[in-house]
């Protein structure tokens, strides 16, 4: 086990370093179905109650991989101009433990009666501590890793812009707008500060073709980008039966495919699984990685609305 821990223990010593960044953003592959989780002003294309529970494990089989749960709860306020939400993520990377909480708040604006333009804020706190006591040591009487360290807190902020139709959308969104830092100075203090070169940039669109009275074919598109980092592209495409089974296919720049398979179990709620394949060399010490989300939608409105935005 000792030659695990190896590849754990810089893991955590990122917290132990002069400077740290805690700005590590959270890697979904089912976005597309509920896009609350990707940018806060989709929260106000929904004209009901609606909400999304997450679970990821990611990595099978590598000791200390990635585990999320998460979950997103939005509604309409009266009028349905204005919309309300929150969204909670526990992350643990190994020894590390990162729980983010934000509450979103979202204003539609009708262009027209087929077009909708909204703009979203979301305002939270992280927090992040690492329980270094559980980390295997070739010395055990090693001080640093004696405890566990302080939680740390930090302010976060989102912003997001959200154009949609009934067939097509297009978003913009910015998931941190603070540069999070753990700085030693005799003891660890956290600094936030706006910093465009850390600044994170999302921007993701996607289309509903009709190919028969039966089949849709749903395709999207995400691009991430960060300034010292490639950009990460991914391409999705899922056919959906009868608006009750889609399945499809996902592809990221980072060496990934994603198979998609989601099932609407009743008027209410929606069912979804990813298995992402790991290309990268990575594939040689993990098996792949697993997604499951619930989607519900209640209180439906009896008549249609003018305008909904593609349900992936």
């Known amino acids: 086990m000792k030659h695990i821990y190896k590849l754990i223990l810089p893991l955590a010593l990122l917290l132990y370093c002069a400077t740290t960044q805690a700005q590590n953003q959270l890697h979904l592959s089912q976005y597309m179905l509920y896009q609350p989780m990707l940018n806060p002003a989709s929260v106000a294309s929904y004209n009901n109650l609606n909400g999304a529970l997450l679970y990821r494990k990611q990595w099978v089989g590598f000791t200390g991989a990635p585990t999320v749960q998460g979950i997103s ?3 309409p306020l009266k009028g349905k101009k204005h919309f309300v939400g929150f969204t909670l993520f526990n992350d643990k990377i190994s020894v590390n433990k990162r729980l983010d909480f934000v509450a979103t708040y979202a204003y539609r604006l009708p262009l027209n009666d087929r077009s909708s333009l909204s703009f979203g804020l979301s305002a939270g706190i992280g927090t992040l501590q690492s329980n270094l006591s559980d980390v295997e040591l070739v010395n055990p009487n090693d001080p640093v890793f004696a405890g566990n360290t302080q939680t740390f807190v930090a302010p976060q902020f989102k912003f997001g812009i959200y154009y949609f139709t009934k067939k097509f959308y297009a978003g913009f969104a910015l998931p941190r707008l603070l540069d999070n830092k753990l700085i030693y100075e005799g003891d660890f203090k956290n600094k936030s500060s706006f910093n465009f070169k850390t600044m994170h940039y999302h921007l993701h669109v996607g289309r509903v073709f009709k190919l028969s009275d039966k089949f849709d074919l749903n395709a999207s598109l995400l691009m991430k980008q960060v300034s010292g980092s490639p950009m990460q ?53 993990s098996s792949n990685s697993h997604e499951i989300m619930l989607i519900f939608h209640l209180f439906q409105e009896k008549a249609p609305v003018k305008i909904d935005a ?3």
């Open 73 to 75: 709860f939005n509604a």
């Open 233 to 285: 592209l991914d391409i999705n495409a899922q056919a959906v039966y009868n608006n009750l089974i889609g399945l499809g296919l996902s592809y990221r720049t980072a060496q990934i495919m994603v198979a998609m398979l989601n099932v609407r179990i009743t008027k209410h709620f929606k069912l979804a699984y990813a298995y992402d394949i790991d290309m990268s060399p990575l594939k040689n010490v």
């Open 310 to 312: 593609p349900r992936f």
